[in-house]
Nanobody, 116 residues
């Protein structure tokens, strides 16, 4: 059973930055395409970004392209999401999982709240 754990969220003003981290117990992430997803209140969970196992290929949702950067450190078994120029509509619970099809158990996520 693989359990992912997300961290790094918080409350930030519009225009600010946060860096999220994702790690896993029970399995190495280094061979998986990993993604970040988010879910705002009343909305369905949506794709944010993904990164290949080697880290050489990345993909972003149009709404975050140019502002967010996904990366990974396979030696640390960790995937990151650097979020810059945050906007109030980025407010959501952020999750990580395999991409495009999530196969791990969902973690509790990490709350990101962006205020005006």
């Amino acid at each position: 059973q693989v359990q992912v754990v997300e961290s790094g969220g918080g409350l930030v003003q519009a225009g600010g930055s946060l860096r999220l981290s994702c790690t896993a117990s029970g399995r190495t992430l280094s061979t998986a395409v990993m993604g970040w997803f988010r879910q705002a209140p009343g909305n369905e969970r949506e794709f944010v970004a993904s990164i290949s196992a080697s880290g050489t290929s990345v993909s972003y949702a149009a709404s975050v392209k140019g502002r967010f950067t996904i990366s990974r450190d396979n030696a640390r078994n960790t995937v990151y999401l650097q979020m810059n120029s945050l906007r109030p509509d980025d407010t959501a619970v952020y999750y990580c999982n395999t991409s495009p099809s999530p196969i791990y158990y969902w973690g509790q996520g990490t709350q990101v709240t962006v205020s005006l």
